[in-house]
């Protein structure tokens, strides 16, 4: 029994499952539309979480999987590479846990559950569906190379807004809705927000292995700092001026309940720029911080802390605009 523990731990770990706050956020926001069709089935809305989750996960590890074969091609061994000191990333793959050989297998099978869901819904709606799919699909694949020309953080939140929203409603009602539609590119700044804050505390490194992110390509981390702050307005200015034309539902300005999520987010930040003594002391208003004594116990409170900010920012900011939808 322990064993299974292990291994599913690891699982989780490999494809850093804490990640999938986007992924649950996408879906909140597809089920509050969704639901209200009439031919929505819950069958049909677990099947479309579990392919989103295979997504998000397999391309969290194709990720990894990309970076150290990239390490590899330059002449270091698993044990050599450092991904800037403290970071997990790829950490069970560098300690070999996993093989390449084994991860290669699992990236097969995370991906081959998306794309017979997408077949699934292409028979029970119409074959437009295998667009969302083949979008999905090629952003995916282009993703370990969009670091090269600033489109990463771009990328992820078109396909966790826009394109996941969009056809995951398509696919569960065969319609497209112009209001969901709208509310997703709110999704797609918080998601950005999320990936930004993360590029933020990766600024040195991302230099040093020349990654270019939106963090570099404003110039400086105050900048960074300003863009943030403009991408956190950008999420509640799409949620007022669509109440305010009468396009969503007014209780949709719960939205507003996160802001002490926002205004943590961007004061640590600039903490962490500027380099003070800080202590961290999760509150409960500012959402989740699991496995916070374990963190602590690793010293990578510091970096978790602001993560995990940004990703309750997301997720909240989902859960909120999805329950006005609703009510």
Not at 57 to 69: E, H, S
Not at 289 to 303: S, V, Y
Request: glycine share 6%; proline share 2%; with cysteine.
């Amino acid at each position: 029994m322990e064993k299974i523990k292990t291994q599913i731990a690891n699982f989780l770990q490999l494809t850093r499952f804490y990640s999938l706050g986007v992924v649950f956020a996408t879906c909140i926001v597809i089920f509050s539309y969704a639901y209200y069709c009439e031919n929505f089935s819950f069958f049909n809305f677990i099947l479309m979480v579990l392919a989103l989750c295979c997504v998000q996960m397999g391309a969290n590890l194709f990720d990894d999987y990309i970076d150290v074969k990239s390490k590899l091609k330059d002449g270091k061994t698993l044990k050599d590479i450092d991904f800037n000191g403290f970071t997990p990333k790829a950490m069970l793959i560098r300690n070999e846990t996993y093989s390449l050989a084994q991860v290669k297998t699992i990236l097969v099978l995370l991906f081959m559950l998306p794309t017979l869901v997408g077949l699934y819904f292409a028979f029970i709606t119409d074959f437009k569906i295998l667009i969302f799919v083949l979008i999905g699909g090629i952003l995916t694949l282009f993703y370990p190379i969009s670091s090269k020309y600033y489109l990463s953080e771009v990328i992820v939140g078109l396909a966790f807004g826009p394109l996941m929203i969009t056809g995951g409603y398509y696919a569960l009602c065969g319609s497209f809705n112009s209001s969901l539609f709208i509310l997703s590119w709110a999704i797609f700044f918080s998601t950005i927000i999320l990936l930004h804050t993360h590029s933020l505390m990766d600024w040195e490194f991302d230099i040093q292995d020349g990654k270019k992110t939106l963090c570099i390509l404003s110039g400086s981390k105050q900048n960074a700092i300003k863009a943030l702050r403009a991408m956190i307005i950008a999420c509640y200015s799409i949620i007022v001026i669509g109440v305010a034309s009468l396009i969503f539902n007014p209780k949709m300005l719960y939205v507003f309940l996160t802001l002490p999520i926002a205004t943590k987010l961007l004061s640590s930040i600039e903490e962490y720029i500027n380099i003070k003594d800080v202590k961290f002391i999760p509150r409960w208003y500012w959402g989740m911080f699991e496995n916070w004594d374990e963190i602590c116990k690793n010293k990578i409170d510091f970096f978790m802390f602001r993560f995990y900010l940004a990703r309750n920012f997301s997720l909240f900011f989902a859960l909120f605009a999805s329950v006005g939808a609703m009510i």
